[in-house]
């Protein structure tokens, strides 16, 4: 059973077309309060981001803001926060939420929310974390993708235990069921038949 006392959550600095992104936000900073998960966020007050930020503080939770000093200065950052990392770069912070986060949640959002998404899949596949990596498909925003992930693995670029490491839901408390279940996968085996293969 994972620990999810503290998740971290990528999701666009834009609020999206569809209302059902920005009500899936507020709801997610609810429950998150009302459970006593810590929101561990990239900090700024636009967006998803800042949507989720809010109404997790209006509820009562602690939300913490990990973002780099250029974007501060930009005045996106959240001034209302319960603590605000500020990092020199974006690798900072990356991993500042790394270490600070037990579980990751993705809402929807562009580059940089795709960007954290993988590199968080990426280090649980090496080995780098074994923390619950999660998709929050809010009115089938993640469909595209969920279906290109299955084509990586249909094509072999992608193992099934990898494949399957990933908790996808349109539900969050089903969701956060699924990441509390989950086991990571195995590295230590996969990387030694990785060797193997490749000196064949």
């Given amino acids: 059973m994972n620990k999810l006392d503290a998740i971290c959550l990528y999701c666009g600095s834009s609020p999206g077309e569809n209302l059902?992104?920005?009500?899936?936000?507020?709801?997610?900073?609810?429950?998150?309060?009302?459970?006593?998960?810590?929101?561990?966020?990239?900090?700024?007050?636009v967006g998803l981001m800042g949507v989720a930020a809010d109404a997790c503080l209006t509820a009562g939770g602690e939300v913490i803001g990990v973002i780099p000093r250029l974007l501060m200065e930009k005045e996106v950052g959240h001034h209302g926060l319960t603590k605000m990392h500020m990092v020199e770069n974006m690798?900072?912070?990356?991993?500042?939420?790394?270490?600070?986060?037990?579980?990751?949640?993705?809402?929807?959002?562009?580059?940089?929310?795709?960007?954290?998404?993988?590199?968080?899949?990426?280090?649980?596949?090496?080995?780098?974390?074994?923390?619950?990596?999660?998709?929050?498909n809010v009115a089938g925003f993640f469909d595209p993708l969920m279906a290109f992930i299955d084509h990586s693995r249909s094509e072999g670029f992608l193992r099934p235990l990898h494949h399957e490491a990933l908790c996808v839901d349109h539900d969050l408390a089903t969701l956060l069921e699924k990441m509390r279940v989950i086991e990571a996968p195995d590295t230590s085996k996969w990387l030694d038949r990785h060797k193997q293969e490749m000196t064949v």
């Fill in 20 to 45: 059902a992104y920005r009500d899936a936000a507020a709801l997610l900073g609810r429950i998150f309060a009302e459970r006593g998960i810590r929101l561990v966020y990239g900090g700024g007050s």
């Fill in 91 to 136: 690798h900072e912070r990356k991993a500042l939420m790394t270490d600070l986060a037990d579980g990751f949640i993705a809402l929807p959002g562009g580059y940089g929310t795709l960007d954290e998404l993988f590199e968080a899949l990426t280090w649980l596949q090496l080995g780098y974390h074994r923390k619950p990596v999660g998709i929050l």
